[in-house]
């Protein structure tokens, strides 16, 4: 069965940290863009983040460049979120997400395919 699982959320007072980690089960993530997306109450799903195969490539949103950091490690089979100076406003649920391709397909929700039921982050004092 394919699953993404992520994992890393919680409460975190404002300017903190987090990293949040996207797992693979039942096949392997090397061939596949990743992306990470969030969705607040009452609004859209937006991307956030995402990662080619191989590594070299990313694209970021403008509301975290500078701050939020994706990796990955494919021996582990899992992508990286590394979130720092958090603020209020990245309070949401995180996704992480399969692309269609091998490449990043920067925030287009249609071009990813297999999706994680998400994990909570809080920033809040």
């Known amino acids: 069965q394919l699953q993404l699982v992520e994992s890393g959320g919680g409460l975190v007072q404002p300017g903190g940290s987090l990293r949040l980690s996207c797992e693979a089960s039942g096949f392997t993530l090397d061939s596949y863009g990743i992306g990470w997306f969030r969705q607040a109450p009452g609004k859209e799903r937006e991307g956030v983040s995402c990662?080619?195969?191989?590594?070299?490539?990313?694209f970021y949103a403008d509301s975290v460049k500078g701050r939020f950091t994706i990796f990955r490690d494919n021996a582990k089979n899992t992508v990286y979120l590394q979130m720092n100076s958090l603020k209020p406003e990245d309070t949401a649920v995180y996704y992480c997400?399969?692309?269609?391709?091998?490449?990043?397909?920067?925030?287009?929700?249609?071009?990813?395919?297999?999706w994680g039921q998400g994990t909570q982050v809080t920033v809040s004092s």
């Open positions: 997400a399969t692309d269609k391709y091998y490449y990043c397909s920067g925030p287009k929700l249609y071009e990813y395919a297999y």
């Open positions: 990662i080619s195969s191989s590594g070299a490539s990313t």
